[in-house]
């Protein structure tokens, strides 16, 4: 079974702190998307990477898919309370299934 | 444009009973995806259809099934509950298939299935 481990599993943070999420994995993706969804809704798309060793930004989040496209991080710089959700990873696989991460929960106090 | 629509919101069900779970995907969408959302395993795939077939299936028992119309709408179903069942049913709709990376999946806002 294809796993997809994120960590820090949870993430508590003031206002204006910079933090990363990892995202991890032993198998090769063809693409790998980063979603973010608040409590009572369905995940939303953020960012989709396609190529090893590319990096997207995204306003104030910055995200890197690995050389060997087997891993991917998503850093926010100065973070905002509007930033507070769960972060999904999730890598498309040969079996052309999306696989989601474990998730990585965020709360930004103000 | 409408988003992905799910209904019903909320469900109670009673072990060994079945269930039917609606999704009306974006208008023009033609894949449909569904995922079992639990806090334990998180996010895991069902089953995607596409056109009125079913391209891909996730590792469920067979007491889950799916199907999509030709107007792209989609149902769900599970029968036989088990308590094990109880999650977030969440339901993506997307223009083309899951392996075009251009083409990004729309979730909608999920049905909460609880099992007593």
């Known amino acids: 079974t294809q796993l997809l481990e994120q960590s820090p599993q949870f993430l508590s943070i003031q206002e204006g702190e910079n933090l990363t999420v990892y995202c991890n994995s032993s198998?090769?993706?063809?693409?790998l998307q980063w979603y973010r969804q608040e409590p009572g809704e369905g995940p939303v798309l953020l960012v989709t990477?396609?190529?090893?060793?590319e990096v997207k930004k995204l306003k104030r989040l910055t995200f890197q898919f690995g050389d060997a496209r087997k891993d991917s991080s998503l850093h926010i710089t100065a973070a905002q309370p509007g930033d507070t959700g769960l972060y999904l990873c999730a890598g498309l696989n040969k079996a052309d299934k999306l696989i989601f991460g474990t998730g990585t929960r965020l709360q930004v106090f103000p | 444009k409408a988003g992905v629509t799910q209904t019903p919101r909320y469900l109670i069900k009673t072990r060994g009973q079945q269930v039917t779970l609606s999704c009306s995907p974006i208008s023009g969408h033609r894949s449909v995806s569904w995922y079992q959302q639990t806090p334990g395993q998180g996010l895991q795939f069902l089953f995607e259809y596409f056109s009125e077939t079913q391209r891909n299936k996730g590792n469920f028992p067979g007491r889950f099934s799916g199907r999509q119309f030709s107007n792209s709408r989609s149902e769900m179903n599970v029968s036989t509950l088990e308590l094990g069942d109880s999650a977030l049913y969440l339901c993506?709709?997307?223009?083309?298939?899951?392996?075009?990376?251009?083409?990004?999946?729309?979730f909608g806002n999920g049905t909460r299935l609880t099992v007593t």
């Open positions: 990477v396609v190529t090893g060793g």
């Open positions: 993506a709709s997307s223009l083309e298939v899951q392996s075009s990376y251009n083409s990004p999946l729309h």
């Open positions: 198998s090769v993706f063809s693409s």
